[in-house]
């Protein structure tokens, strides 16, 4: 399957007035050998199955099962792609000035310049990927992810403004200004997405369970008079999380599993642990 921002379609013909072509042709050939080397990457950790789609900074694959990756191959899947392009700048500078054509030039600007936007910390790119897993690291995942839309948001509105600041220098670099508005609207996207992650989490961890015969677990600590969904902002996608519910001395009053909180909020909506609870006596 192949999804098409909405972006990409002004941004390719703007690029056809502008007659720039050729460049395009190159463009499209240093991005998709990117997403290859993406692919080859999750093809290897045994992660397959994807979608395609093409934006105005370029085309990404997407892998089905990539949320079930660990945080060292989410890392490396994503980091591989714009290394190789690093690699592949210094191999046709290396020809280009052996050879003198200008194609290979164009290649290793091209490649130069995928390198550098890809490592940007920032959604949908391959560096802000492995920022929301080095957050994730130290907090639960959709911590890292709100986090992560923040910092993504900040650095979108500072290409905007590096933009604008070299409009009034007269120098129009129209792609600085796509960029800062692509990565703006994909943080909002991918902040968003986090209030439908809540429940596929758990399909996932089930399906997961009766794959794998265990799971991983963890446990919380919570206050008695806590809401439910105070809770399940706790949870973590992959872990199945252990409720303990205390009151004001510290003191435990009983335990709640993640699937009891999450068919108490179905049955019962947002109520609080110590009335979940309370249900569950009787």
């Known amino acids: ?93 290396y020809f280009y000035n052996i050879y003198g054509y200008i194609i290979l030039y164009q290649l290793h600007m091209i490649n130069q310049a995928v390198f550098i936007i890809n490592i940007i910390p920032a959604f949908p790119l391959d560096g ?20 992560t839309s923040v910092i993504s948001i900040i650095l979108g509105a500072v290409i905007i403004l590096l933009y604008v600041f070299l409009l009034f220098l007269k120098l129009n670099n129209l792609s600085l200004l796509i960029i800062g508005i692509f990565i703006i609207s994909s943080a909002i996207i991918e902040r968003k997405r986090l209030v439908y992650l809540i429940m596929a989490d758990v399909v996932k961890k089930k399906w997961r369970f009766l794959k794998n015969k265990y799971l991983e677990n963890y446990s919380i600590s919570i206050y008695y008079k806590s809401n439910l969904i105070e809770g399940a ?16 001395e510290l003191c435990p009053i009983g335990m709640i599993s993640e699937g009891e909180l999450f068919q108490g909020l179905k049955n019962k909506g947002n109520i609080t642990f110590i009335q979940l609870l309370n249900e569950k006596r009787l």
């Open 1 to 93: 399957m192949i999804k098409y921002s909405k972006y990409l379609i002004p941004y390719v013909i703007l690029i056809f007035l502008l007659g720039y072509r050729h460049i395009l042709i190159l463009e499209l050939i240093v991005v998709i050998t990117h997403e290859l080397i993406h692919y080859l990457f999750a093809l290897y950790f045994g992660f397959s199955g994807f979608y395609m789609e093409m934006s105005p900074i370029g085309l990404s694959i997407n892998l089905k099962d990539i949320d079930e990756a660990t945080i060292s191959q989410d890392i490396i899947i994503s980091i591989s792609a714009p290394l190789m392009n690093l690699i592949f700048s210094f191999i046709f500078l």
């Open 233 to 248: 902002k706790l949870i973590d996608k992959k872990r199945y999380a252990i409720f303990y519910v205390l009151d004001e």
């Open 128 to 147: 802000g990927r492995v920022l929301r897993d080095i957050i994730y690291v130290k907090k639960n995942y959709k911590a890292s992810v709100r986090i």
